[in-house]
């Protein structure tokens, strides 16, 4: 097969998924919903932690609610379920027939997810958000330059948990039940990301920890700049770090996979 | 009996397959301990910040987490409907079950045991003590029976809930379903509900009722009298939500048709 054929087969993935997921848009519907509630969930949760004071951990009360909202919302779009798919086709055994076929199963694996992905922009986060925004005082930034910042930095979020999710999902080749994993994993990221705990909340000690960790760049860089904590040139580390990680969990992700292949063995054949 | 017969055969069953897996069986426990672990560090993270949520002191969330992992290990463990859809509704393996005489849910239930995360529990338990003696509660005779009650009532809440949604799968074939979207949402019933607006605390109390799986019952046992009231309804609400769940099972069932092909 040649470059460019093997190129339009992989867009097909993307917009193969895109449409499956447009056919089954009902639950994305009650999805807004209950990101809406997660929003205000935290939202009364944080006011009861503030409860008066002034500022915590470097955010003001009204910093926390846009954090909140935004984080929620990137969440709408980076989230998907890579890691239960891989692990389901290993499970199953149809792996063996996706590892014959000419083209790579991981990079399929990710165009999937970016048609999801499209997806879940499109009709979860960006209706969520203005639902978001008519319920809660969310103040969004007016410049068009974070706005264009943010949208580079979200994509890299998905990115980089797609490939998380890439690399929880292969781990099914040698573990033979990985529903733990893949449980612990979603609470670990949710955490560490920043999503239920800006990570400037955390003890030293685990901030430094976390510094050293990808799960910061899902969540909580992206979200900073956002809501305007980080700016000027900060804003290009901040970058940098995503793409830092981008590039190093491609390791993980390219050995793990060649072990797989040659470690293949399907239960229950 | 017939039934408790079938318990039997079903865990002998889940022992020989799971001895195939030992491994797994730790990776499993390792990984269910270390979730619950990371609910945790957010309570902790929080009262580094404030000495009171609400009113509530960090003991008393904490002992409220602690309840709240007794029931939610005993729901996993015995309810574990995750990938209904995908494993009974889309692969059609549902009509192997129409064909037994036992009650489907009931065969469900028993071909997805999940013994490991019974250890959730366990370590509840020790969470609740150790909170308990923080806050210098004195363990009564009635601690006992009442602990007993409201921890089944609130295993039988979230089967009632997680029934009733499971059983939209019969109506849609969507792959995905409703159910990873709760997940978060059953978190929020283990925090004092009296911080949220009204909205979400009619939602927690009476239309997903999670608020009855953490700190409503247990709440009897910090002697909170705000809400007392609430943790002596929790019983009624159990049988209830599980009344509702189981028919919407059955109904669900008398409309599945079997899979396309």
């Given amino acids: 097969m040649n470059v460019s054929s093997m190129f339009s087969a992989y867009l097909d993935f993307i917009r193969i998924r895109f449409l499956t997921m447009l056919a089954y848009r009902v639950n994305y519907y009650s999805g807004i919903a209950i990101y809406t509630l997660n929003i205000g969930v935290y939202y009364f949760t944080w006011q009861a932690i503030y409860g008066g004071q002034g500022q915590l951990g470097g955010f003001t009360v009204a910093q926390m609610t846009t954090y909140v909202a935004v984080s929620w919302m990137a969440r709408a779009f980076y989230f998907n379920n890579l890691d239960r798919e891989i692990a389901a086709d290993v499970r199953d055994g149809s792996i063996a027939i996706q590892f014959i076929r000419p083209y790579n199963y991981v990079v399929v694996k990710m165009m999937q997810g970016l048609g999801e992905g499209l997806f879940r922009f499109m009709l979860f986060m960006i209706p969520g958000m203005v639902i978001a925004l008519l319920l809660f005082p969310i103040k969004l930034p007016t410049s068009g330059t974070s706005w264009a910042v943010f949208l580079v930095m979200l994509f890299l979020s998905f990115l980089?948990?797609?490939q998380l999710n890439i690399i929880t999902g292969l781990m099914a080749f040698?573990?033979?039940?990985?529903?733990?994993?893949?449980?612990?994993?979603r609470a670990v990221v949710d955490l560490f990301s920043g999503l239920i705990i800006p990570i400037s909340f955390l003890p030293l000690w685990l901030q430094s920890t976390m510094k050293v960790l990808p799960f910061q760049a899902i969540t909580y860089l992206p979200s900073s700049v956002f809501t305007g904590r980080i700016q000027g040139t900060t804003t290009w580390n901040v970058l940098g770090i995503q793409l830092l990680w981008l590039v190093i969990l491609l390791i993980p992700i390219v050995l793990l996979y060649r072990k797989a292949r040659t470690r293949l063995f399907v239960q229950g054949g | 009996m017939y039934y408790i017969e079938l318990v039997w055969e079903y865990m002998k069953n889940y022992m020989k397959s799971r001895l195939t897996y030992r491994a797994d069986f730790w990776v499993e426990v390792i990984s269910d301990l270390m979730f619950q672990?990371?609910?945790?560090?957010?309570?902790?993270?929080?009262f580094r910040h404030t000495n009171s949520l609400g009113g509530w002191s960090e003991s008393e969330i904490v002992f409220v987490y602690g309840y709240f992992m007794i029931p939610y290990g005993l729901f996993s463990c015995f309810v574990n409907l995750w990938g209904f859809s995908e494993r009974y509704i889309t692969k059609g393996e549902m009509d192997?079950?129409?064909?037994?005489?036992?009650?489907?849910?009931?065969?469900?239930l028993l071909e997805n045991l999940d013994p490991p995360a019974l250890m959730g529990s366990l370590i509840g338990t020790i969470i609740m003590i150790v909170s308990g003696v923080q806050l210098g509660i004195h363990i009564e005779w009635w601690h006992i029976p009442a602990l007993l009650i409201m921890v089944v009532s609130s295993v039988l809440i979230y089967t009632g809930i997680y029934t009733a949604l499971t059983s939209i799968s019969f109506y849609s074939d969507a792959p995905t379903g409703i159910l990873p979207l709760m997940y978060n949402l059953q978190a929020y019933g283990r925090y004092p509900v009296t911080i949220y607006n009204r909205f979400i605390q009619i939602l927690l109390t009476w239309i997903m009722p999670f608020a009855f799986v953490g700190v409503y019952p247990a709440s009897l046992f910090l002697q909170r009298?705000?809400?007392?009231?609430?943790a002596l309804v929790t019983p009624l609400m159990g049988i209830a939500i599980f009344a509702v769940g189981l028919t919407c099972w059955n109904m669900g069932v008398r409309k599945y048709r079997g899979a396309g092909s």
């Fill in chain 2, 225 to 230: 009298e705000d809400m007392t009231r609430m």
């Fill in chain 2, 37 to 46: 672990f990371t609910n945790l560090i957010f309570i902790f993270v929080v």
């Fill in chain 2, 96 to 108: 192997r079950i129409m064909t037994r005489p036992a009650h489907s849910l009931f065969q469900i």
């Fill in chain 1, 174 to 185: 040698f573990v033979e039940n990985i529903d733990g994993m893949i449980r612990m994993k």
């Fill in chain 1, 160 to 162: 980089i948990n797609s």
